[in-house]
Protein backbone atom coordinates (compact mmCIF):
# COMPACT_ATOMS: atom_id res chain seq x y z
CA UNK A 1 0.00 0.00 0.00
CA UNK A 2 1.50 3.25 -0.96
CA UNK A 3 3.09 5.59 1.53
CA UNK A 4 1.46 8.53 3.26
CA UNK A 5 4.37 11.29 3.09
CA UNK A 6 5.33 13.59 5.59
CA UNK A 7 7.14 17.15 5.20
CA UNK A 8 8.34 18.75 8.57
CA UNK A 9 9.07 22.10 9.02
CA UNK A 10 11.12 23.43 12.44
CA UNK A 11 13.88 21.24 14.12
CA UNK A 12 13.88 22.37 17.30
CA UNK A 13 13.72 20.05 20.59
CA UNK A 14 9.58 18.77 19.24
CA UNK A 15 10.62 18.71 15.25
CA UNK A 16 13.89 16.88 16.83
CA UNK A 17 11.95 14.25 19.12
CA UNK A 18 9.44 13.44 16.34
CA UNK A 19 12.08 12.85 13.79
CA UNK A 20 13.78 10.42 16.24
CA UNK A 21 10.08 8.74 16.73
CA UNK A 22 9.33 8.40 12.87
CA UNK A 23 13.10 6.32 12.51
CA UNK A 24 13.24 4.37 15.73
CA UNK A 25 9.50 3.30 15.74
CA UNK A 26 8.75 2.92 11.99
CA UNK A 27 8.35 -0.68 11.73
CA UNK A 28 5.10 -0.12 14.90
CA UNK A 29 4.04 2.83 13.61
CA UNK A 30 4.18 0.44 9.87
CA UNK A 31 1.97 -2.36 11.98
CA UNK A 32 -0.49 -0.06 13.19
CA UNK A 33 -1.53 1.96 10.46
CA UNK A 34 -0.78 -0.99 7.46
CA UNK A 35 1.32 1.68 5.73
CA UNK A 36 4.39 3.65 6.24
CA UNK A 37 4.70 6.87 7.20
CA UNK A 38 7.43 8.49 5.41
CA UNK A 39 9.48 11.62 5.87
CA UNK A 40 10.17 13.08 2.50
CA UNK A 41 11.14 16.67 3.61
CA UNK A 42 12.74 18.72 6.53
CA UNK A 43 13.29 22.12 7.15
CA UNK A 44 15.03 24.88 9.39
CA UNK A 45 17.32 27.48 9.19
CA UNK A 46 20.92 25.50 10.02
CA UNK A 47 19.37 22.75 8.14
CA UNK A 48 23.02 21.81 7.09
CA UNK A 49 23.44 21.10 9.93
CA UNK A 50 21.09 18.65 11.81
CA UNK A 51 21.50 14.99 12.13
CA UNK A 52 18.70 13.39 9.85
CA UNK A 53 18.25 9.63 11.18
CA UNK A 54 20.06 7.49 8.48
CA UNK A 55 17.12 4.89 8.55
CA UNK A 56 14.90 7.52 7.09
CA UNK A 57 16.66 7.62 3.77
CA UNK A 58 17.37 10.09 1.42
CA UNK A 59 15.61 12.89 2.72
CA UNK A 60 14.66 16.32 0.79
CA UNK A 61 16.70 19.23 3.29
CA UNK A 62 15.78 22.94 2.48
CA UNK A 63 16.01 25.99 4.67
CA UNK A 64 12.73 27.53 2.91
CA UNK A 65 9.70 26.43 4.22
CA UNK A 66 7.61 27.11 1.02
CA UNK A 67 9.56 24.20 -0.37
CA UNK A 68 8.09 21.69 2.17
CA UNK A 69 4.82 23.08 1.35
CA UNK A 70 4.96 22.86 -1.92
CA UNK A 71 6.89 19.59 -2.72
CA UNK A 72 4.80 17.57 -4.46
CA UNK A 73 5.69 14.63 -2.71
CA UNK A 74 4.55 15.75 0.99
CA UNK A 75 1.04 14.91 2.35
CA UNK A 76 1.28 16.29 5.65
CA UNK A 77 3.18 19.16 6.46
CA UNK A 78 3.83 19.89 10.69
CA UNK A 79 4.22 22.83 11.65
CA UNK A 80 7.04 23.17 14.32
CA UNK A 81 8.17 25.97 14.49
CA UNK A 82 6.17 27.56 17.05
CA UNK A 83 5.04 31.33 17.17
CA UNK A 84 2.20 33.25 14.85
CA UNK A 85 3.58 34.97 12.49
CA UNK A 86 5.49 32.63 10.22
CA UNK A 87 3.71 29.61 11.78
CA UNK A 88 0.65 31.06 10.06
CA UNK A 89 2.05 31.71 6.97
CA UNK A 90 3.09 28.01 6.75
CA UNK A 91 -0.19 26.75 7.72
CA UNK A 92 -2.48 29.05 5.61
CA UNK A 93 -0.07 27.81 2.34
CA UNK A 94 -0.05 24.07 3.39
CA UNK A 95 -3.96 24.71 3.26
CA UNK A 96 -3.96 26.29 -0.21
CA UNK A 97 -2.13 24.00 -1.41
CA UNK A 98 -4.11 21.12 0.15
CA UNK A 99 -1.72 19.47 2.35
CA UNK A 100 -3.30 18.05 5.95
CA UNK A 101 -1.36 19.86 8.86
CA UNK A 102 -0.20 18.58 11.89
CA UNK A 103 1.04 21.33 14.40
CA UNK A 104 2.25 21.52 17.90
CA UNK A 105 1.31 25.39 18.12
CA UNK A 106 -0.45 26.60 21.22
CA UNK A 107 -0.05 30.38 20.31
CA UNK A 108 -1.67 29.94 16.77
CA UNK A 109 -4.32 27.52 17.81
CA UNK A 110 -5.73 29.69 20.49
CA UNK A 111 -5.42 32.85 18.59
CA UNK A 112 -6.95 31.93 15.38
CA UNK A 113 -7.66 27.48 15.39
CA UNK A 114 -11.38 27.62 14.32
CA UNK A 115 -10.89 30.15 11.60
CA UNK A 116 -7.61 27.66 10.47
CA UNK A 117 -10.44 24.50 10.68
CA UNK A 118 -12.86 26.41 8.69
CA UNK A 119 -10.62 27.00 5.89
CA UNK A 120 -9.60 23.37 6.03
CA UNK A 121 -12.69 21.82 5.71
CA UNK A 122 -13.02 23.81 2.66
CA UNK A 123 -10.02 22.76 1.29
CA UNK A 124 -10.82 19.09 2.11
CA UNK A 125 -8.21 18.52 3.99
CA UNK A 126 -7.08 17.78 8.13
CA UNK A 127 -5.41 19.90 10.94
CA UNK A 128 -4.45 18.14 13.79
CA UNK A 129 -3.22 19.52 16.94
CA UNK A 130 -2.69 17.33 19.86
CA UNK A 131 0.41 18.27 20.78
CA UNK A 132 0.00 21.68 21.15
CA UNK A 133 -1.66 21.49 25.09
CA UNK A 134 0.33 18.91 27.89
CA UNK A 135 2.48 17.77 25.80
CA UNK A 136 2.37 13.50 26.39
CA UNK A 137 -1.23 13.72 27.63
CA UNK A 138 -3.85 13.29 24.55
CA UNK A 139 -6.26 15.14 26.37
CA UNK A 140 -7.13 16.67 23.14
CA UNK A 141 -8.54 12.85 22.60
CA UNK A 142 -10.25 12.12 25.61
CA UNK A 143 -11.88 15.42 24.98
CA UNK A 144 -12.74 14.87 21.32
CA UNK A 145 -14.08 11.51 21.15
CA UNK A 146 -12.86 9.29 24.55
CA UNK A 147 -15.37 11.14 26.72
CA UNK A 148 -17.40 13.21 23.76
CA UNK A 149 -20.84 11.64 24.83
CA UNK A 150 -20.78 13.59 28.67
CA UNK A 151 -21.06 16.89 29.53
CA UNK A 152 -17.98 18.32 30.76
CA UNK A 153 -19.02 20.83 33.58
CA UNK A 154 -15.83 21.71 35.00
CA UNK A 155 -12.12 20.98 33.61
CA UNK A 156 -9.19 21.72 36.10
CA UNK A 157 -5.49 21.78 34.79
CA UNK A 158 -1.71 22.24 35.30
CA UNK A 159 -0.64 23.28 31.93
CA UNK A 160 2.82 24.44 32.49
CA UNK A 161 5.36 22.48 33.71
CA UNK A 162 8.12 25.23 34.44
CA UNK A 163 5.70 26.90 36.54
CA UNK A 164 4.84 23.79 38.41
CA UNK A 165 8.21 22.84 38.83
CA UNK A 166 9.51 26.22 40.25
CA UNK A 167 6.20 26.41 42.86
CA UNK A 168 6.87 22.35 43.65
CA UNK A 169 10.63 23.22 44.15
CA UNK A 170 10.28 26.22 46.33
CA UNK A 171 7.89 23.74 48.50
CA UNK A 172 10.30 21.63 48.71
CA UNK A 173 13.18 23.17 49.71
CA UNK A 174 11.65 26.23 51.15
CA UNK A 175 14.25 28.29 48.44
CA UNK A 176 13.33 31.54 46.78
CA UNK A 177 11.56 31.97 43.52
CA UNK A 178 14.91 34.15 42.20
CA UNK A 179 17.32 30.92 43.03
CA UNK A 180 14.76 28.43 42.00
CA UNK A 181 13.86 29.98 38.66
CA UNK A 182 17.62 30.13 37.56
CA UNK A 183 17.50 26.37 37.82
CA UNK A 184 15.10 25.59 35.90
CA UNK A 185 16.55 27.82 33.33
CA UNK A 186 20.19 25.69 33.18
CA UNK A 187 18.28 22.72 33.31
CA UNK A 188 16.53 24.09 30.28
CA UNK A 189 12.70 23.77 31.56
CA UNK A 190 12.82 27.83 31.60
CA UNK A 191 13.59 30.10 28.73
CA UNK A 192 16.15 32.67 28.98
CA UNK A 193 13.29 34.94 28.89
CA UNK A 194 10.58 33.65 31.67
CA UNK A 195 7.87 35.74 31.41
CA UNK A 196 4.98 34.06 29.08
CA UNK A 197 5.62 30.63 32.07
CA UNK A 198 5.95 33.04 35.04
CA UNK A 199 2.65 35.21 34.32
CA UNK A 200 0.61 32.79 33.09
CA UNK A 201 0.94 33.53 29.30
CA UNK A 202 1.88 29.84 27.94
CA UNK A 203 -0.83 28.38 30.25
CA UNK A 204 -3.66 30.92 29.32
CA UNK A 205 -3.38 30.15 25.47
CA UNK A 206 -3.57 26.11 26.52
CA UNK A 207 -6.58 26.70 28.36
CA UNK A 208 -8.47 28.47 25.47
CA UNK A 209 -7.49 25.66 23.65
CA UNK A 210 -9.10 23.11 26.33
CA UNK A 211 -12.21 25.12 27.21
CA UNK A 212 -13.07 25.54 23.82
CA UNK A 213 -12.43 21.76 23.31
CA UNK A 214 -14.51 21.29 26.17
CA UNK A 215 -17.41 23.79 26.25
CA UNK A 216 -17.98 24.05 22.64
CA UNK A 217 -17.08 27.99 22.55
CA UNK A 218 -14.85 30.24 20.65
CA UNK A 219 -12.38 31.15 23.51
CA UNK A 220 -10.31 34.33 23.13
CA UNK A 221 -6.82 33.99 25.28
CA UNK A 222 -7.39 37.93 26.29
CA UNK A 223 -10.86 36.85 27.86
CA UNK A 224 -9.39 34.75 30.62
CA UNK A 225 -8.56 36.21 33.63
CA UNK A 226 -4.75 35.82 34.42
CA UNK A 227 -2.66 35.96 37.15
CA UNK A 228 1.22 34.49 37.25
CA UNK A 229 3.64 33.26 40.19
CA UNK A 230 6.08 35.82 40.69
CA UNK A 231 4.97 37.06 44.19
CA UNK A 232 4.61 33.56 45.47
CA UNK A 233 7.03 32.91 48.36
CA UNK A 234 8.13 29.78 50.27
CA UNK A 235 6.59 31.88 52.92
CA UNK A 236 3.10 31.36 51.38
CA UNK A 237 3.95 27.73 50.96
CA UNK A 238 4.10 27.64 54.90
CA UNK A 239 1.22 28.99 55.73
CA UNK A 240 -0.33 27.24 52.99
CA UNK A 241 0.53 23.98 54.74
CA UNK A 242 -0.67 25.34 58.07
CA UNK A 243 -3.95 25.25 55.98
CA UNK A 244 -3.66 21.76 55.28
CA UNK A 245 -2.82 23.39 51.34
CA UNK A 246 -0.30 24.16 48.91
CA UNK A 247 -0.20 26.54 46.04
CA UNK A 248 -0.23 25.86 42.14
CA UNK A 249 -1.10 27.47 39.05
CA UNK A 250 -4.62 26.33 38.25
CA UNK A 251 -6.38 26.47 34.98
CA UNK A 252 -9.85 26.19 35.75
CA UNK A 253 -13.23 26.35 33.52
CA UNK A 254 -16.26 26.34 34.95
CA UNK A 255 -20.15 26.32 34.11
CA UNK A 256 -21.78 28.48 36.21
CA UNK A 257 -25.74 29.27 36.44
CA UNK A 258 -24.16 32.76 34.61
CA UNK A 259 -21.84 31.34 31.51
CA UNK A 260 -18.78 29.82 31.55
CA UNK A 261 -15.81 31.50 33.69
CA UNK A 262 -12.43 31.15 32.84
CA UNK A 263 -8.83 31.89 34.71
CA UNK A 264 -5.36 31.25 34.85
CA UNK A 265 -4.27 31.82 38.45
CA UNK A 266 -1.80 30.45 41.31
CA UNK A 267 -4.56 29.18 44.27
CA UNK A 268 -4.56 27.15 47.37
CA UNK A 269 -5.80 23.54 47.56
CA UNK A 270 -5.96 20.87 49.69
CA UNK A 271 -3.24 18.54 49.84
CA UNK A 272 -5.07 15.72 49.82
CA UNK A 273 -6.61 16.80 46.41
CA UNK A 274 -4.89 14.30 43.28
CA UNK A 275 -3.76 17.83 41.69
CA UNK A 276 -1.66 18.94 44.95
CA UNK A 277 -0.08 15.84 44.34
CA UNK A 278 1.75 16.87 40.27
CA UNK A 279 4.72 17.37 41.30
CA UNK A 280 7.79 18.86 39.17
CA UNK A 281 7.52 19.43 35.30
CA UNK A 282 4.29 17.09 35.27
CA UNK A 283 1.12 18.28 33.21
CA UNK A 284 -2.16 16.76 34.32
CA UNK A 285 -6.23 17.88 33.78
CA UNK A 286 -9.12 16.66 35.93
CA UNK A 287 -12.60 17.25 33.89
CA UNK A 288 -15.89 17.05 35.59
CA UNK A 289 -18.64 15.82 33.57
CA UNK A 290 -22.36 15.38 34.44
CA UNK A 291 -22.64 11.78 33.90
CA UNK A 292 -19.26 10.02 33.99
CA UNK A 293 -18.15 12.29 37.00
CA UNK A 294 -14.45 12.85 37.44
CA UNK A 295 -11.69 11.59 35.53
CA UNK A 296 -8.07 12.73 36.04
CA UNK A 297 -5.26 12.76 33.26
CA UNK A 298 -1.32 12.97 33.89
CA UNK A 299 1.94 12.86 32.13
CA UNK A 300 4.55 15.10 30.86
CA UNK A 301 4.01 18.15 29.94
CA UNK A 302 6.48 19.14 27.25
CA UNK A 303 9.90 17.35 26.27
CA UNK A 304 11.02 16.76 22.77
CA UNK A 305 10.10 12.78 23.11
CA UNK A 306 6.75 13.43 24.76
CA UNK A 307 5.47 16.11 22.61
CA UNK A 308 6.76 14.03 19.69
CA UNK A 309 4.67 11.31 20.58
CA UNK A 310 1.63 13.52 20.44
CA UNK A 311 2.64 15.23 16.99
CA UNK A 312 3.47 11.44 15.29
CA UNK A 313 0.18 10.16 16.99
CA UNK A 314 -1.56 12.98 14.89
CA UNK A 315 0.48 12.41 11.64
CA UNK A 316 -1.11 8.65 11.87
CA UNK A 317 -4.52 9.87 12.85
CA UNK A 318 -4.20 12.06 9.19
CA UNK A 319 -2.72 9.81 6.97
CA UNK A 320 -5.37 7.44 8.00
CA UNK A 321 -7.75 9.57 6.74
CA UNK A 322 -5.77 10.31 3.64
CA UNK A 323 -5.56 6.62 2.65
CA UNK A 324 -8.99 6.09 3.32
CA UNK A 325 -10.60 9.13 1.76
CA UNK A 326 -13.14 9.23 4.69
CA UNK A 327 -15.12 12.61 4.72
CA UNK A 328 -16.39 12.29 7.97
CA UNK A 329 -13.81 13.70 10.22
CA UNK A 330 -13.80 14.98 13.52
CA UNK A 331 -13.03 18.56 14.38
CA UNK A 332 -10.20 19.31 16.32
CA UNK A 333 -12.23 21.43 18.61
CA UNK A 334 -14.78 18.62 19.10
CA UNK A 335 -18.11 21.01 18.19
CA UNK A 336 -19.08 20.81 14.20
CA UNK A 337 -18.88 24.90 14.95
CA UNK A 338 -18.21 27.06 18.31
CA UNK A 339 -20.51 28.97 19.60
CA UNK A 340 -19.73 32.78 20.38
CA UNK A 341 -18.31 32.98 24.25
CA UNK A 342 -19.83 35.78 26.45
CA UNK A 343 -17.42 36.19 28.80
CA UNK A 344 -18.59 35.82 32.44
CA UNK A 345 -16.24 38.09 34.53
CA UNK A 346 -13.95 36.10 37.20
CA UNK A 347 -15.06 38.70 39.78
CA UNK A 348 -18.60 36.98 39.73
CA UNK A 349 -17.53 33.93 41.59
CA UNK A 350 -17.33 33.32 45.51
CA UNK A 351 -14.72 31.75 47.14
CA UNK A 352 -13.10 32.17 50.34
CA UNK A 353 -9.86 33.58 49.68
CA UNK A 354 -5.86 33.71 51.60
CA UNK A 355 -4.63 37.41 52.11
CA UNK A 356 -1.03 37.27 52.93
CA UNK A 357 0.36 40.77 54.69
CA UNK A 358 3.80 42.15 55.05
CA UNK A 359 3.72 45.34 57.70
CA UNK A 360 5.54 47.18 60.05
CA UNK A 361 4.15 46.64 63.12
CA UNK A 362 1.99 48.28 65.73
CA UNK A 363 -1.30 48.92 67.27
CA UNK A 364 -4.16 48.67 65.53
CA UNK A 365 -2.93 46.49 62.35
CA UNK A 366 -5.43 44.29 62.46
CA UNK A 367 -8.50 45.91 63.69
CA UNK A 368 -7.82 48.46 60.75
CA UNK A 369 -7.28 45.54 58.35
CA UNK A 370 -10.51 43.84 59.93
CA UNK A 371 -12.86 46.50 59.38
CA UNK A 372 -11.73 46.93 56.10
CA UNK A 373 -13.14 43.74 55.43
CA UNK A 374 -16.26 44.19 57.66
CA UNK A 375 -17.29 47.39 55.42
CA UNK A 376 -17.13 45.01 52.24
CA UNK A 377 -19.72 42.08 53.85
CA UNK A 378 -16.27 39.65 54.17
CA UNK A 379 -16.00 37.80 57.23
CA UNK A 380 -13.32 36.45 58.99
CA UNK A 381 -12.04 33.15 59.65
CA UNK A 382 -9.03 32.86 60.64
CA UNK A 383 -5.62 34.92 61.42
CA UNK A 384 -2.16 32.86 61.46
CA UNK A 385 0.96 34.49 62.54
CA UNK A 386 4.23 32.25 62.51
CA UNK A 387 7.32 33.32 64.86
CA UNK A 388 9.37 36.00 62.97
CA UNK A 389 12.25 37.90 64.44
CA UNK A 390 11.59 40.91 63.42
CA UNK A 391 8.98 43.67 63.47
CA UNK A 392 9.80 45.63 60.97
CA UNK A 393 8.66 42.99 58.43
CA UNK A 394 6.08 40.93 59.87
CA UNK A 395 4.25 38.65 58.06
CA UNK A 396 0.84 37.12 58.59
CA UNK A 397 -2.20 35.93 57.11
CA UNK A 398 -5.97 36.78 57.20
CA UNK A 399 -8.32 33.64 55.51
CA UNK A 400 -11.90 34.72 54.77
CA UNK A 401 -14.93 33.21 54.40
CA UNK A 402 -16.56 32.64 50.76
CA UNK A 403 -17.18 35.71 49.01
CA UNK A 404 -17.49 37.56 45.93
CA UNK A 405 -14.04 38.47 44.43
CA UNK A 406 -15.36 41.65 43.26
CA UNK A 407 -15.03 42.45 47.23
CA UNK A 408 -11.64 40.95 47.33
CA UNK A 409 -11.07 43.31 45.15
CA UNK A 410 -12.09 46.45 46.19
CA UNK A 411 -10.89 45.58 49.70
CA UNK A 412 -7.37 44.86 48.96
CA UNK A 413 -7.20 47.95 46.83
CA UNK A 414 -8.57 49.78 49.68
CA UNK A 415 -6.23 48.16 52.33
CA UNK A 416 -2.58 49.33 49.41
CA UNK A 417 -3.29 52.84 50.71
CA UNK A 418 -2.78 51.75 54.37
CA UNK A 419 0.99 52.96 55.31
CA UNK A 420 2.19 50.34 57.62
CA UNK A 421 1.76 47.97 54.74
CA UNK A 422 5.23 46.96 53.17
CA UNK A 423 3.45 45.83 50.04
CA UNK A 424 0.06 45.69 48.67
CA UNK A 425 -1.50 42.05 50.33
CA UNK A 426 -1.38 39.12 48.05
CA UNK A 427 -4.61 37.38 47.65
CA UNK A 428 -5.01 33.62 46.24
CA UNK A 429 -8.40 31.66 46.09
CA UNK A 430 -8.84 28.57 47.99
CA UNK A 431 -10.11 26.24 45.77
CA UNK A 432 -11.99 23.83 47.69
CA UNK A 433 -14.15 22.22 45.01
CA UNK A 434 -11.27 19.78 43.83
Keep these: MREVNVGIVG ?12 AGNADQIALKLGFRLKVTAVCCRSVAHKPIPESLGPVFRTADWREVVAHPDVDIVAELVGGTTVAAEIVEAAIAN ?3 VVTANKELMAACGPEIWDRAIHA ?7 ASVAGGIPIHAVLREGISGDRITALYGILNGTCNY ?6 KRDAPLETVLAEA ?5 AEADPSADLDGIDARSKLAILAALAFGEKITPSDIFMEGIRRISPLDFRYAH ?15 PEGLILSVRPALIPRSTILAGVQGAYNAVWVKGAYGEDTFYYGRGAGALPTGVAVVSDLMRVAREIRSGSPERVSPFAHERLGKYRPVSVVLQTRGYYLRFRVKDRPGIL ?4 GILAAKNISLEAVLQLPTGTKRD ?3 VITVEPTYEHAIREAVAQMAQLDFLLEPPLALPMETAL
Design 185 to 189: QQLGY
Design 367 to 370: AGLS
Design 166 to 171: ILTEIE
Design 98 to 100: RKS
Design 242 to 256: QLGHTIRLICAARQT
Design 11 to 22: LGNVGSGTLAIL
Design 394 to 396: LPF
Design 124 to 130: GINVAME
